[in-house]
């Protein structure tokens, strides 16, 4: 059974940094698309970032340029850089397996979600 826990949360001042990690555990992830996802109370779970098998990243408009995302396949492990970390970056983040091996922004494409790390920025 494919299994994925995040690390990294935590409670940072506006303007910090964060960097997210997720193991994947039960079987292999190079094959297959990754994302994260976030979710703040009362609100829908949303989009982030996604990265291909091969390497292609996508992001949601409002983290381009200070999120990256990245994955070490032999490590098994999705990142996500958080970098001018804002207040509304405030949420609970998932990580995403993908059904498949493209990029994907649809909850309707994870295969196997996390259970959720939580990101609190201050202002």
């Known amino acids: 059974q494919v299994q994925a826990v995040e690390s990294g949360g935590g409670l940072m001042e506006a303007g910090g940094s964060l960097r997210l990690s997720c193991v994947v555990s039960g079987g292999t992830f190079s094959s297959n698309a990754m994302a994260w996802f976030r979710q703040s109370p009362g609100k829908e779970r949303d989009f982030v970032a996604s990265?291909?098998?091969?390497?292609?990243?996508y992001y949601t408009e409002s983290v381009k340029g200070r999120f990256t995302i990245s994955r070490d396949n032999a490590k098994n492990t999705l990142y996500l850089r958080m970098n001018s970390l804002k207040p509304d970056d405030t949420a609970a983040y998932y990580c995403?397996?993908?059904?498949?091996?493209?990029?994907?922004?649809?909850?309707?494409?994870?295969?196997?979600w996390g259970q959720g790390t939580q990101v609190t920025v201050s202002s």
């Open positions: 995403a397996v993908g059904k498949g091996a493209v990029l994907f922004t649809d909850p309707q494409a994870v295969g196997v």
């Open positions: 990265i291909s098998w091969g390497n292609r990243t």
